[in-house]
């Protein structure tokens, strides 16, 4: 009895992390979705989620603005992201590389 409980938590496991797999490669697919209709091509979305991690990677507060404004001094078009794709990246650095964000709406 004990190992069919095992054997159901570890069935359980397995189907929590293919749809966490699932849910990550459709954040990454509507991102690259957008990055592409803002104008980045393939070859430059690397670099600029990179350019991304490099801003937000020692913590602090951001905001669109903020990140925008950091891009920008990077050599990055004027307000390429929007709350959408910076979102979707928030989620992405959460999942993949746990980092831990915290989201305050301001009024």
């Known amino acids: ?8 938590k570890i ?13 990550i490669k459709n954040t990454c697919a509507t991102l690259l979705s957008i990055l592409h209709a803002r104008g980045l091509k393939h070859a430059e979305i690397s670099q600029f989620v990179g350019d991304i991690i490099n801003i937000v990677e020692y ?8 990140v925008n ?7 990055w078009p ?26 305050h709406t301001v009024h």
């Open 1 to 8: 009895m004990k190992s069919k409980r095992n054997s159901q």
């Open 11 to 23: 069935s359980t496991l397995s189907e929590y992390f293919l749809c966490e797999m699932d849910n």
């Open 59 to 66: 913590g602090g507060v951001f905001t669109v603005t903020s």
């Open 69 to 75: 404004h950091a891009l920008e001094s990077l050599g």
């Open 78 to 103: 004027e307000q390429i992201i929007n709350e959408i794709s910076f979102e979707l990246i928030m989620e992405i650095l959460e999942s993949i590389f746990e980092y831990q964000v915290e989201v």
